[in-house]
């Protein structure tokens, strides 16, 4: 119900009216007075009830809450806020000087070139140069450099990164002497934010008839951030008509989730799926992207930095389209005049070597392949 309120003046007002049309007696009300005083204070006191009486009103509403309020709001019907995600990524340690066998630990840390963001190296067991003895990564006598993968210390979208952003260790590592990152991180997130958490509880209140369409797609989003979907009902993954069967494509933002996330998946659907109904869930078939173009960029800016802005947009752009949705040719030459001032005109644009939108069906995600801005 709206709250019908009144600021100072209209208060101070309307008590100096009443106090007036009550009394036959003159009454001194001028500026300054000693009842002009009391009907100030106690307009005063109002406006401090008014604005508690709205703050109450705005946290007992998932509406109107907010932060804490809105997350302690849909607790109480076992709804949490997702949570911040970690920036990961590969950095390349290099050294100068070959001659002795070095090891970059586990545990190590690198951090941007101004200081703001740091990165701990983790272990990754597939790494040829991965040695669980030495707790590291071996450059072996010879050997000038090592990839590794990185995970920022602080979840979030900060802890994402441009080219060549991670350029400092921080502390030594006997034998490496530099450290950068060849691609941009991309996948930190921070946690859900309030008007997602919004849509999302009215998505889980329509969801609690369960055995809906509603149902199995808040069981899929609510796994973690950034899942997209789609569904598909009486009909097999192949095309055939199966009556009572449904499948479900999943991407979790990569275009390639892997067996444990699918099956997380699996068993997410299978607590809300309709009684005596089969499914089937699948990762999307990627469709690759490959753009090109070359960009005019304005006198005072660098050249190579502006290049490498515009890339990481489209790329960016590109990996941030949904299963199904379709990649515009037109939308690439804004992108890149959106990149940066700098860029004065864009010119041979490609994709996929021609000029031609690219188009996904519900089973497919576009991703990009290849990116090169001259």
Wanted: one cysteine or more.
């Amino acid at each position: 119900m709206a709250l019908s309120t009144k600021d100072f003046v209209t208060l101070v007002r309307e008590s100096v009216t009443a106090i007036q049309g009550y009394t036959s007696a003159l009454v001194d009300l001028t500026v300054g007075s000693i009842l002009r005083a009391v009907v100030e204070a106690n307009a005063a006191v109002v406006i401090w009830l008014q604005s508690l009486i709205l703050q109450v009103l705005a946290i007992t509403r998932a509406a109107t809450s907010s932060g804490a309020d809105l997350d302690s709001w849909v607790a109480d019907f076992g709804v949490t806020r997702l949570p911040a995600t970690f920036a990961t990524g590969q950095v390349t340690f290099s050294r100068f000087t070959a001659t002795l066998q070095a090891v970059v630990p586990v545990g190590a840390v690198v951090q941007t070139g101004d200081g703001s963001q740091q990165y701990t190296v983790g272990a990754d067991t597939t790494n040829p140069a991965y040695n669980g003895t030495l707790g590291g990564y071996v450059m072996a006598v010879g050997v000038s450099s090592v990839s590794v993968p990185v995970v920022a210390v602080t979840a979030g979208v900060g802890g994402n990164a441009i080219i060549g952003a991670v350029s400092t260790i921080a502390g030594a590592i006997s034998g490496v002497d530099t450290v950068t990152n060849a691609a941009s991180f991309t996948n930190g997130a921070d946690a859900e934010s309030d008007p997602a958490l919004r849509t999302r509880f009215i998505a889980y209140v329509a969801s609690l008839s369960k055995a809906t369409k509603a149902a199995v797609g808040y069981a899929i989003t609510s796994l973690q951030q950034g899942v997209t979907y789609s569904l598909v009902e009486n009909e097999t993954y192949s095309g055939s008509v199966q009556m009572g069967y449904f499948y479900v494509v999943v991407d979790d933002g990569t275009g390639a989730p892997g067996s444990t996330f699918l099956s997380t998946v699996s068993n997410a659907i299978d607590a809300v799926r309709p009684l005596c109904s089969s499914f089937g869930v699948f990762a999307p078939v990627v469709v690759n992207a490959s753009v090109a173009m070359t960009v005019a960029i304005a006198a005072g800016y660098d050249a190579a930095a502006t290049r490498a802005l515009v890339s990481d947009a489209l790329k960016s752009y590109i990996n941030s389209l949904s299963l199904g949705q379709a990649l515009r040719y037109s939308r690439l030459a804004q992108i890149a005049y959106d990149a940066s001032p700098g860029v004065t005109n864009v010119t041979g644009v490609t994709l996929n070597g021609g000029t031609a939108d690219l188009t996904a069906t519900a089973k497919q995600v576009i991703k990009w392949s290849s990116v090169t801005v001259a």
